[in-house]
């Protein structure tokens, strides 16, 4: 049975930081790309960042890059997202999602958490 | 990366067929054939429904069919249900990004 647990969200203020985990369980980590897509409540869907399976190559929406880093424990069956000087803006669920298969496969998202809530204000 | 375009309503009663569209540019709908679509019904997280323009994964029925010409990718559900009311999704990969379509409410009349 596949499974994504995101955990890490919460209240923070603007200008700080959070770090967000997703993890996996239930097919072959390691060789799948991952995501991070966003929603806010009532909005659509925004995609985030994504990380190929062996972690050397990442993508990012341009107008986060910079600020948000995504990272994964191959080992540990870990993805991670690194948000920097979070933005009121930034508040949203962030989902965790898996690559279909690999090359441009990777970037369709076959299967997805149940998402972990950020919310940015003072 | 601007959003792609999609009407942000469609309808359609039992039976019939609805097309949704999803407009974008030469650099990511019109550049390659990495279009996917997704269906997210409400409190629910997004379902793959169509990828590669045209293909659909295990147990997708066949009443979801994808289609792209030129800078528009299209979405049809033929036969419509009740259960297909639902907000559904367009999605371009560019080569090094993605890009969603600010989504499409399908009501089922």
């Known amino acids: 049975q596949m499974q994504l647990v995101e955990s890490g969200g919460g209240v923070v203020q603007p200008g700080r930081s959070l770090r967000l985990s997703c993890a996996a369980s239930?097919?072959?980590?390691?060789?799948?790309?991952m995501h991070w897509v966003r929603q806010g409540p009532g909005k659509g869907l925004e995609w985030v960042a994504a990380i190929s399976s062996d972690g050397n190559t990442e993508s990012y929406a341009d107008t986060l890059r910079g600020r948000f880093h995504i990272s994964r424990d191959n080992s540990k069956n870990i993805v991670y997202l690194q948000m920097n000087s979070l933005r009121v803006e930034d508040s949203t669920v962030y989902y965790c999602?898996?690559?279909?298969?690999?090359?441009?496969?990777?970037?369709?998202?076959?299967?997805w958490g149940q998402g972990t809530l950020v919310t940015v204000s003072s | 990366q601007s959003a792609l375009t999609q009407p942000p309503s469609a309808s359609g009663s039992p039976g019939q067929s609805v097309t949704i569209s999803c407009t974008g540019t030469?650099?990511?709908?019109?550049?390659?054939?990495?279009v996917s679509w997704y269906q997210q019904y409400p409190g629910k997280v997004p379902k793959l429904m169509i990828y590669d323009v045209t293909k659909r994964p295990s147990g997708v029925p066949d009443r979801f069919s994808g289609s792209k010409s030129g800078n528009t990718a299209s979405l049809t559900v033929s036969g419509l249900q009740a259960e297909d009311e639902a907000d559904y999704y367009c999605?371009?990969?560019?080569?090094?990004?993605?890009?969603f379509g600010g989504g499409t409410k399908l009501t089922v009349l």
């Open positions: 030469s650099s990511d709908v019109g550049g390659n054939d990495y």
């Open positions: 239930g097919f072959s980590f390691s060789i799948s790309g």
């Open positions: 999605c371009s990969y560019t080569g090094s990004k993605a890009v």
């Open positions: 999602a898996k690559g279909l298969g690999r090359g441009s496969s990777a970037w369709y998202l076959d299967y």
